[in-house]
């Protein structure tokens, strides 16, 4: 039987079974508790690089095992090291769930693709239009799951921390239309994808993992096509078979890297899944779906510039999170905040920087119609005719992050 979760990431998680300490903690999560319903979290990976005057030891890591000099559960020890920081990271700037920054992922198909039966791995391509890319699985039969892959990975963070950890998994859709499916079919593929990774998703619930989220990119690519509609549907149906309604562990769809809207609201929100997320920075028409969204399930709002140096503003995120939180009758209880999508593009200062802002967005954004609230933000952004007549001084804090946002950014691939 796997551990009951409840269907809101704010409340806490309680099971009757849990298998160590740590998952313990996880289980019953320490995620916002009633009265504070804002939550931000992280998209995808985080930087792997240092912070300035760091040593990078994760790159001297790979040195050491290509010499030979550490074996795997060497390296696997500075990967530990890396991912302690980056929970810590990510804890001290108010952010959960917490993630390990898909530290140990070389990339997000590779990862599963490698330990599904059915997949030979084979060149490099570009992950839509960044600069980092993956290793194309190749099918030369349905894939099939023949033990857990993630669990383990998911364990370890979780035993770093008391709060949340929730789990990344590449969507079975997205898995089977970046694969090589010449030989065997692009559907029955993705198909048995669904059902295998079904498999995956039932062992981290079992290890006591309260949040998954599963990332179908590839929805971007939908379009108006009927018969990718269709095999899209299919597969989210599959996928979260025995999952859903008031039990089980919260499963969120992330949907990163262009606009998904052309796809439908049918095509989307078929599945049950108990919350959402979407770029809105590369997609802002996916602010179409999020209208769109039954009422009941969460909005994560993808507004934090992933791909982008500068300093986002308080006031857009809190903005996004407050219009969401309007949607359907959502309420701001049913909303989180998040980074458009992986934040490795950016330098690791820059990184934590933006979710430090996130984190404190996420706070403020909870606290609607305070008085913190309006004297944390651009006066605009809440009377517009006080702050005309001067009647708002901004802090010392604020006129400095006005002075930062006003140098000019760095695009990032």
């Not at 804890?91 to 993630?99: D, F, H, I, N, W």
């Not at 590449?170 to 079904?198: K, M, S």
């Not at 219009?323 to 330098?347: D, I, K």
Request: glycine share 8%.
């Amino acid at each position: 039987m796997r551990p009951r979760v409840p269907e809101r990431f704010w409340r806490r998680q309680t099971t009757k079974r849990p298998r160590t300490a740590a998952q313990k903690r996880n289980a019953q999560g320490s995620l916002p508790p009633d009265g504070v319903p804002m939550f931000a979290t992280l998209v995808g990976a985080y930087p792997r690089t240092p912070l300035p005057g760091s040593p990078f030891k994760l790159r001297a890591g790979y040195g050491q095992l290509d010499r030979c000099e550490i074996d795997a559960d060497g390296f696997r020890a500075v990967q530990d090291e890396l991912i302690r920081e980056i929970v810590d990271e990510q804890e001290s700037a108010g952010l959960e769930p917490l993630t390990d920054g898909g530290i140990r992922t070389e990339d997000p198909l590779t990862y599963l693709a490698r330990d599904l039966d059915g997949f030979e791995i084979s060149g490099l391509l570009r992950y839509f239009d960044t600069n980092t890319y993956f290793r194309q699985p190749r099918a030369v039969r349905e894939p099939r799951w023949t033990r857990p892959i993630a669990v383990d990975d998911w364990r370890f963070t979780a035993s770093l921390t008391d709060k949340a950890v929730k789990q990344n998994v590449v969507g079975p859709y997205t898995l089977g239309r970046l694969a090589d499916t010449a030989e065997v079919g692009q559907e029955r593929v993705t198909l048995a994808l669904a059902e295998a990774l079904n498999q995956e998703l039932r062992a981290l619930a079992d290890a006591g993992c309260p949040l998954i989220q599963v990332d179908e990119d590839a929805a971007t690519l939908i379009g108006e096509d009927r018969e990718q509609q269709r095999l899209f549907r299919e597969a989210q149906r599959r996928l979260l078979a025995g999952f859903g309604g008031s039990r089980d562990t919260h499963v969120s769809l992330a949907i990163t890297m262009g606009n998904a809207d052309a796809a439908g609201t049918d095509t989307i929100f078929d599945a049950p899944y108990s919350s959402y997320l979407f770029d809105l920075i590369a997609g802002p028409d996916n602010w179409r779906l999020i209208a769109r969204a039954p009422g009941e399930r969460g909005i994560i709002c993808g507004a934090l510039d992933a791909r982008n140096t500068a300093l986002d503003t308080k006031e857009l995120l809190i903005w996004a999170a407050h219009y969401a939180a309007s949607t359907a009758g959502r309420g701001l209880a049913r909303v989180g905040l998040s980074p458009s999508t992986s934040l490795e593009y950016l330098p690791r200062d820059r990184a934590l920087a933006k979710i430090k802002l996130l984190g404190e967005a996420a706070r403020l954004a909870a606290m609607a119609g305070t008085e913190e609230l309006a004297r944390a933000i651009d006066p605009r952004a809440v009377d517009i005719r006080s702050a005309a007549f001067g009647r708002y001084a901004p802090t010392a804090r604020k006129a400095a992050e006005e002075a930062q946002a006003a140098q000019p950014a760095e695009e990032l691939a």
